[in-house]
Structure formats: C-alpha cells, structure tokens
C-alpha cells in the first residue's frame, strides 16, 4: 500500500510526465513569443527571405533548439497573415475596407488594383497537375499597415480574418517536429499545427509527408495551407490515386516540400516504386518525416493489414474448362470409394465413441457390453476396409484444411481422359494444380455456404465470396492460386482473370521506413501502449486553449 502513496505525494509535487513536458514547452513557447514583435514589422518579401536565412544557419551547423523559437515566430505570423488576415481580399468573405484608416484604405485599394492587374496566375508546380490556377489575392504582396489594423479589428483570432496559432497550437507544432503524438482535443485547430513542425523539419533539408483520412481532405488540406507555405517560400503537392492524377502530376507533386495524401496512396507509389525498372523513374525518392492525421485505427488497428499491388498472373489463358470436366470425371468415377470410405469412417468414430465411453463410464455394469460392441466395431473394420479398398481412388480430400490431392491413379485417369501423355512435361505442367483446385471447387466449397452467385455492376452473373466470420458478401475479393476460377468454371459464370501478388508491404512495416514519424489525434492517451510498442512513440497530451467547460 505504500507504493501509490508515494506516487501519489510524488505527483503533486513534480508533476506528471504529461505535465512536465508540457510545462517545458510552454517555457519555449514563451521564448517565441518573445520574437513576435520583431517579426511583426517584417515585409512579406522580408518573411520569405527569412527561409534562405534559417537554412543557411542550418548548413552551417546550427541547432534546432537554438532557431525553434525564431523559425516558430516567422511560422506564426506568415500563418496569421497567409491564412488569415490575407482573406480580406478574399472576395468570397466580402470585407468591408470602410472600417479602415484613410491610410489603410488607400494601401488596400492600391492592393486591389494589383489583384486585379495581376489576375490569376500559373500555379508554380505547387498545385494538384500543375493546372489549378492561383487567384491573385493568394500571392500579391500586402503593406504592413493592412495587417496591422485588421489585427486591431479583429483581435481574436478566429476564421475567416485571422489564423495566429495559439500557443497550445506551437506546443502541438514542437511535438510533432520531435517525432511524438500530439493529443489535441477535437476543434484545436490540427490542420494549422501540422505546418508549424513541417516548416521546421523542411528547413533542415528534410521533405515531409502529411498523411490525411480520404482524399477530399487531402486536397482541402494542401490547398488551405498552400498560401502558408507560399509565404514562406516553400512548395506544396497533393496526391491521388492514379485515376485522379497523371503519373507526371504525381511526380510533379512529389518534388514539392510538403507532399498531402493517403496512408494507401503513399504506401502504394512505395510498392509501384519498387516495380521501376530503373531509380531514375521512382518517383517517392524520400520518407523523412511523415505526420499523421487522424487515422488512429490506420496504426492501430490495420498496423498489419498489408497493402497489396496484384498483376495478372499468366500471359495464356489456363484451362480451367478443362479442368473443370476432368474433375467431375474423377469425382464420378470415385463414387463407389466414397461411399465405401463413409463406411469406414462411421466404424473408426463408433470405435472412438466406445473407448471414451468405457474410460468415462460411472455405471460399471454398462461396462461390459461396451467392450463387446468395441469388439464387433474392431472386427468389422478390416472388412470394410478390405471392401473400400476393392474400389480406386482418385484424389484426396482433407475438409479440416480445404485441401485436395491428386493419387498416381488419378493422374494416370486424368491423363488417359484428357488423351494428352504427361502432364509433367511441356505446355501440360499447369493442368495437375489445376484439376486439384477444380477438385476442390466441387467438394469442399459449397454454395450458398462459402460463396453465393449473383450479377455483378455489369449484370454479368460472377462468384461473390462470403465471410465465414461475419457472413457477409465480399464482392471485388477473390480466392488466389486459381480456386477462385475453378469456382466459376463450377458453376458455368464468366471466368475473371487470375491474378498474383506483385509487391506487397504491411501499413505498420511502411511506416517504420520514415526517419521520423509524428501523430496528431484527439484519443491518442488510451493506445499509448499500443503506439509505444509498435511505433516506439511517445504521447503528448496538450491542455485546450481554453479549459473545458461542461
């Protein structure tokens, strides 16, 4: 009992871990917040050239921990005013300039008249394709006076005029740069603190990979912080499966700094990369620092769910009619074994019955005339053994593995119906797997049990497999190595191609190749364990802007 006293009075006088670090960060924060009259003064172009100046110090040797609170304070007020107070241009928000200062007023209508001289313009590689314009407001250059009294207008910092990350959002930024799990409550604001840590991590050389939940927030997200990125000189891109995005757009996409897409999306151009023939066409040249977005049952859950790239498996048809007929003929002509095989396997189950019965028996006089049945069962057995054995067999079937087997005498049968020699020699090689798959198709699978057969979003009737766990259909999955085809030359459907594994890799293996990878959730605290043991990372719980009322 006076263990957790200890912990207890321990606690209240240092803290929680969790409470600790949070306090150390918050001692940083207070260094950036610090830089931020400074920065404020700076000119957008000033802002930018603040990006050569921080990697510059980096190529010659400087440390993170000596320019974090500079570079987060250049982060902060280029997030303020690219993603925030830059919308009272924004033609959508319909700003009204009359509540400016005659000084203001004439610097916001000499902007204005730029905006419209300027019109939309290429979008510099940054945007999906390289087509997507970028209108004018997005990346003219702004007087510091606008800035300045739209922050007085609107002191709060709240969508659509202002974008100044709180200081809980810096917190969020400072772990995810270390490579942690920023725990932020649902409504703090993740999307904005995601740039903070990736600003930091390009500078240092790095590219970093902003993994998001679907691909509608993949491009919300890249284009709602393209404008912070434009603000601080650097590129961004979104990618998209292939028949959203042109392989070209997609390798455009990937030379940008900051890359936004899918778990899937970045797991597969990873697979389809190591197809390449040669580097040069490789296109996901680097995983330096992944940070991911709400996809907590992504790494926890489906850690070892693999993702799979599938390629046709044979360049010739294989004959799967063929097979399919040839089963049957087996199958009929071992009707006669099968039925004595029952015989047998009904005695060898009485025989087991009766042992257990008589080592468990309570009744000692009930005894004895078990052991003569267990008697009558044992002699019985040889002749029907003798009797099955009077008829061939073919193939065998194992039910508790799903499994056929061809015997020599049903190869020899096999080959002697199909008139074709051996199979073991030439174009003839593939028929033996083959007729064992149809075997297997005809006794193990059972309609309406494994699979069901119904039209498909052509209104072709197709194999639709059911989950023996759930028993829910499965459309679009198949059953490999041909089983899949044997089923629908079975029952007479049209018979899909057969397809093999190409690449394949687990979620969790991907992941673990970043050099760096960070989360940010809202329900990270109840799997830290699992995130420590699969991932190594530790959890971050960051306090709410504002505490919590109900």
């Given at each position: 009992m006076g263990v957790p006293v200890v912990g207890t009075v321990m606690r209240k006088v240092l803290g929680s871990h969790n409470e600790r670090m949070v306090k150390r960060y918050l001692k940083i924060v207070d260094q950036v917040s610090s830089h931020e009259n400074d920065i404020?003064?700076?000119?957008?172009?000033?802002?930018?050239?603040?990006?050569?100046?921080?990697?510059?110090?980096?190529?010659?040797?400087?440390?993170?921990?000596?320019?974090?609170?500079?570079?987060?304070?250049?982060?902060?007020?280029?997030?303020?005013?690219?993603?925030?107070?830059?919308?009272?241009?924004?033609?959508?928000?319909?700003?009204?300039?009359?509540?400016l200062s005659s000084a203001a007023q004439k610097a916001y209508a000499e902007v204005q008249a730029l905006i419209e001289a300027t019109g939309e313009q290429p979008s510099e590689g940054d945007l999906l394709g390289g087509t997507k314009p970028v209108p004018a407001w997005q990346i003219v250059d702004i007087p510091n006076i606008i800035y300045n009294e739209v922050r007085e207008l609107y002191p709060k910092s709240k969508p659509p005029f202002r974008a100044r990350p709180f200081d809980v959002q810096i917190i969020g930024g400072m772990?995810?740069?270390?490579?942690?799990?920023?725990?932020?409550?649902?409504?703090?604001?993740?999307?904005?603190?995601?740039?903070?840590?990736?600003?930091?991590?390009?500078?240092?050389?790095?590219?970093?990979?902003?993994?998001?939940?679907?691909?509608?927030?993949?491009?919300?997200?890249?284009?709602?912080?393209?404008?912070?990125?434009?603000?601080?000189?650097?590129t961004v891109g979104a990618i998209h499966p292939m028949h959203m995005q042109t392989p070209p757009d997609k390798a455009l996409a990937y030379d940008c700094d900051v890359v936004y897409g899918t778990t899937s999306e970045f797991g597969f151009d990873y697979l389809r990369d190591n197809m390449k023939m040669a580097t040069q066409e490789q296109i996901q040249k680097r995983r330096n620092l992944a940070i991911v977005d709400e996809v907590d049952s992504t790494l926890i859950d489906e850690a070892r769910t693999p993702l799979i790239i599938s390629g046709?498996?044979?360049?010739?048809?294989?004959?799967?009619?063929?097979?399919?007929?040839?089963?049957?003929?087996?199958?009929?002509?071992?009707?006669?074994?099968?039925?004595?095989?029952?015989?047998?396997?009904?005695?060898?189950?009485?025989?087991?019955?009766?042992?257990?019965?008589?080592?468990n028996a309570r009744d000692k006089d009930a005894v004895p005339a078990m052991k003569e049945a267990l008697d009558a069962a044992r002699a019985e057995l040889p002749a029907l053994e003798d009797?099955?054995?009077?008829?061939?067999?073919?193939?065998?079937v194992e039910m508790d593995k799903k499994r056929s087997t061809l015997t020599h005498a049903g190869i020899s049968e096999a080959q002697k119906k199909a008139n074709m020699g051996s199979f073991y020699v030439g174009e003839n090689m593939d028929v033996p797997h083959l007729l064992e798959q149809a075997i297997?198709?005809?006794?193990?699978?059972?309609?309406?049990?494994?699979?069901?057969?119904?039209?498909?979003?052509?209104?072709?009737?197709?194999?639709?497999?059911?989950?023996?766990?759930?028993?829910?259909?499965?459309?679009?999955?198949?059953?490999?190595?041909?089983?899949?085809?044997?089923?629908?030359s079975k029952e007479g459907v049209p018979i899909k191609d057969e397809t093999q594994t190409m690449a394949t890799i687990t979620i969790q293996n991907f992941f673990k190749m970043y050099d760096k990878l960070a989360v940010m959730t809202g329900t990270a605290d109840t799997e830290a364990t699992e995130f420590y043991e699969i991932y190594k990372l530790d959890v971050v719980v960051i306090p709410t802007n504002v505490p919590v009322v109900r």
């Open positions: 404020r003064v700076l000119t957008d172009a000033e802002i930018r050239a603040r990006t050569d100046e921080f990697k510059a110090k980096f190529a010659g040797g400087a440390s993170a921990d000596d320019l974090l609170p500079q570079i987060f304070a250049v982060a902060r007020e280029a997030m303020d005013r690219s993603v925030g107070i830059r919308n009272v241009f924004n033609p959508e928000h319909g700003f009204d300039p009359s509540r772990v995810l740069y270390e490579g942690k799990i920023a725990e932020m409550k649902t409504g703090e604001g993740k999307t904005i603190v995601a740039p903070l840590a990736t600003y930091l991590s390009v500078l240092q050389g790095n590219q970093v990979h902003v993994v998001t939940v679907n691909d509608y927030l993949v491009q919300r997200d890249r284009d709602w912080t393209f404008p912070f990125f434009r603000a601080v000189g650097m046709m498996a044979h360049q010739h048809r294989p004959r799967y009619e063929l097979a399919d007929e040839l089963s049957q003929h087996l199958i009929v002509k071992q009707a006669d074994w099968n039925r004595a095989d029952e015989k047998v396997q009904s005695c060898l189950v009485k025989i087991s019955t009766l042992e257990g019965d008589i080592r009797a099955r054995d009077r008829y061939t067999q073919y193939y065998e297997r198709a005809h006794t193990v699978y059972q309609r309406d049990r494994d699979y069901v057969v119904e039209a498909d979003e052509k209104g072709q009737q197709s194999v639709v497999i059911v989950d023996q766990n759930t028993g829910r259909k499965m459309p679009g999955r198949q059953w490999s190595d041909g089983l899949h085809q044997a089923v629908e």
